[in-house]
């Protein structure tokens, strides 16, 4: 069955790479050369939206992140990047950003595993089908953009069409030769070190990164051991000019990118007594915890530019993400066997099961350590062909038509292993057998296409578009008791969607300073392997104004999505099982409202003044009674909230910027929350308050200072995977830059 699945992709592949082949070869295209390329047209490759330009213009919302926005704070978090987007919902988990869980207009957010997230305009999620679970992470503090879609205009990016999509812009290869070396210092022993280099000449151009953070880790655990990480990233590119002398030009991009990462991170958190007395404690039964993990991606890139009006891009990438996370799992008292999510969130009727956990109790065969070992591929190629004109009355026509063939797998192998812990320090007693905890392969075959046509004349523009996915969910167990993987004890289940996902956008401007926009789409999620199990579907709408008012900036959105069908996933990472399973919720609603507000208080050759204001409105709540396995769900009856979205939240943004220093200050107030559906158990609201300075020591040298949660707010982030976890506590940070 593996090898079947194998043979047809292959087949995709050749048919695919054929028809980019022949498009090749034409080299005469009659076209009328005189029009120029509009700004509201993406000329690159890698990205979704290119320019804060293409953002505000656009019939859905979106948002476009800078490379000057990103370099105000030179933040490693991602959620602190995303913070100033209104639509993003998340929680933390770790405290330093590793691993994500993001929604968009009120998705589940567990492990950002219902939304499209891409690198370079790439599913990067380590299996996007078959295992969406985000474990692997790009690392925002060598992107140079973050392009953020939602409404309508996101059916481009499936197979998630409910929220939206992020597209993270990895470091581009320059105009010409450029480079940048920075290293930053500070609290918990954190550091990172950053260095790009990179040229274009002659037709040829490169570029070269290298990127470490490391930190000992902000939290507590006995003999003083490191609770922290140390993560290692290598990037490369390469481009050439193809054919030269002919009339059609063409580019050929090799990208290489490698991470490491060793994180001495668990999903044993606190109980609440525990929690107030110390935040930053870590019990230790969690002295063994670590996640291993190792990430690999090839990507091609081939650009077919006719002329300025038609352009065929296409891509053929490999990713490969290995991984073991070496963690605890159940606590054993008394022959009594919990899972760690049951014990801490119910400790009052587990205390022997705690006092083993913090290490007040000997005992042998304690506790169960698994190693959630897995191994992930997702491969494929697609192509996107573009082309625009101008028609009668000067109207404006764009037609863009993706292809995409893929195929990802998820391979679990694990097993547990059983300690002992005497006077509060870990010893092991046994190996698990291989396979006993996990021996299977799931995996997904996908062919994707859409067509997107927008027709624009004078202040109007339309935009209708329809996608198509046909998906084959697959998993092949080879049982608990199988090691050698005998084909003869194989289980197999197979489960076939195909879906049309159809959008359309609207946009009227008015003038040069009001315009109104809309949209309605289906939102889209794929269903798990079992055989007749139904996809997540949803009717989303929304409907935005934008205004320019003397020096201030807005955008106002009103949203709704109206979920026929929820899904949930079993996941170990939200107190559940682990198997990554759906599961039906049934009927839900998500409503809200987005504000954005920008200005430039002052703006002149001395001295500017930059304000940015984001508010988000989020209503979410089911509209079905069920039962759920899940700790971050548990019992839902209709009217319950959708746990872990705030209904508020609010990030404000001031800085001060001349020619010499630049000091920005950052707020951000996240509101309580419930972690569980009939909201009985809550995170509190915190506001959290940042700062960073910049000094232009001289050119090309900048000296860099940050202070993240100023005033040392001790707060909760998250109940799940299993206890209350802290967010980062007071830090500074200092470092050099420098460019050439």
Do not use: C
Not at 83 to 92: L, M, Q, V
Not at 197 to 216: I, P, Q, T, V
Not at 564 to 593: H, I, R
Not at 664 to 688: H, L, W
Request: zero cysteines; glycine letters at 8%; charged letters at 20%.
């Amino acid at each position: 069955m593996i090898l079947n699945k194998t043979n047809q992709f292959s087949k995709y592949l050749f048919l695919l790479l054929t028809f980019n082949i022949f498009s090749q070869s034409s080299e005469k295209v009659t076209l009328n050369d005189s029009i120029t390329a509009l700004d509201e047209v993406i000329i690159k490759a890698n990205t979704i939206l290119g320019n804060k330009f293409v953002a505000k213009n656009r019939t859905g919302a979106a948002y476009y992140l800078s490379s000057k926005e990103l370099a105000k704070f030179n933040y490693t978090d991602i959620n602190r990047v995303l913070n100033k987007i209104s639509g993003i919902n998340f929680y933390e988990e770790d405290g330093f950003g590793l691993r994500p869980n993001i929604s968009i207009r009120g998705t589940s957010p567990e492990r950002s595993s219902k939304i499209a997230i891409m690198e370079d305009g790439i599913l990067i999620s380590p299996a996007p089908y078959s295992a969406s679970s985000a474990y692997y992470f790009p690392s925002i503090a060598r992107m140079q953009a973050v392009e953020v879609l939602k409404g309508s205009s996101q059916i481009q990016y499936g197979p998630y069409t409910t929220g939206g999509a992020i597209n993270f812009v990895s470091t581009e290869i320059p105009e010409s030769f450029k480079g940048k070396v920075s290293s930053s210092y500070g609290s918990f022993k954190t550091g990172q070190t950053h260095l790009t280099l990179g040229n274009n000449s002659n037709d040829f151009g490169y570029m070269f990164e290298y990127l470490n953070y490391n930190s000992d880790g902000f939290k507590t655990l006995g003999n003083n051991l490191n609770t922290g990480f140390d993560i290692n990233e290598i990037t490369s590119k390469i481009r050439f000019q193809l054919f030269k002398k002919r009339k059609t030009k063409q580019n050929l991009e090799f990208k290489f990118h490698h991470y490491d990462e060793i994180s001495n991170e668990t999903y044993l958190g606190l109980s609440e007594n525990d929690f107030k007395k110390n935040p930053f404690r870590r019990y230790p039964g969690s002295e063994k915890d670590k996640m291993d993990a190792e990430h690999i991606q090839f990507l091609v890139t081939h650009d077919l530019n006719f002329n300025e009006r038609f352009k065929i891009t296409t891509n053929a990438y490999h990713n490969g993400f290995k991984r073991n996370w070496y963690k605890l799992d159940d606590v054993v008292f008394e022959g009594s066997s919990q899972k760690i999510s049951k014990v801490i969130s119910n400790s009052q009727n587990y205390t022997g099961h705690i006092s083993i956990l913090k290490g007040l109790s000997d005992s042998e065969n304690a506790l169960k350590v698994k190693a959630n070992n897995r191994e992930y591929v997702s491969k494929g190629v697609q192509t996107k062909i573009d082309y625009h004109w101008y028609g009668d009355n000067n109207s404006f026509n764009d037609l863009e038509i993706g292809l995409r063939v893929h195929y990802d797998e998820e391979d679990r192998f694990q097993w547990e292993d059983e300690y002992s812990i005497t006077n509060g320090s870990m010893s092991l007693d046994s190996y698990g057998e291989k396979g006993s905890q996990g021996n299977r392969i799931s995996s997904a075959n996908s062919f994707a296409s859409y067509i997107m046509y927008k027709y624009k004349i004078k202040g109007f523009t339309v935009s209708p578009g329809l996608r198509y996915e046909s998906i084959t969910l697959a998993r092949d167990d080879f049982g608990k008791n199988n090691p050698s993987r005998n084909i003869n004890d194989l289980s197999s289940r197979e489960n076939k969607v195909s879906v049309f996902i159809p959008g359309i956008g609207v946009n009227y401007t008015i003038n040069n300073k009001f315009s109104i926009f809309g949209g309605i789409h289906k939102g889209y999620s794929p269903p798990g392997s079992s055989i007749g199990q139904k996809s997540e579907e949803s009717l989303n709408l929304e409907l935005g104004g934008r205004f320019s008012i003397n020096r201030v900036n807005a955008e106002i959105i009103a949203y709704q999505n109206d979920y026929s069908n929820l899904l949930g996933n079993d996941l170990a990472a939200t107190g559940g099982f682990g198997e990554l399973d759906p599961f039906n919720a049934g009927k839900a609603l998500v409503n809200g409202l987005e504000i954005l507000l920008t200005s430039d208080f002052v703006e002149n050759k001395n001295i500017s003044v930059p304000f940015s204001l984001t508010y988000t409105l989020t209503n979410s709540k089911f509209l079905t009674d069920f039962g759920s396995t899940q700790d971050i769900w548990g019992e839902v009856s209709y009217g319950d909230r959708i746990p872990y979205i705030p209904q508020h939240q609010l990030n404000s943004n001031i800085g001060i910027k001349t020619n010499k220093f630049e000091i920005n200050f950052n707020g951000n107030y996240n509101g309580k929350f419930s972690t569980i559906a009939d909201g009985s158990v809550e995170i509190p609201s915190y506001f959290i308050f940042d700062i960073s300075f910049k000094y232009k020591v001289r050119s090309g040298i900048t000296y860099t200072s940050k202070i993240i949660n100023l005033f040392d707010e001790k707060y909760a982030v998250s109940r799940a995977p299993a206890g209350l976890r802290p967010g980062h506590p007071f830090g500074i940070y200092t470092g050099l830059e420098y460019k050439f």
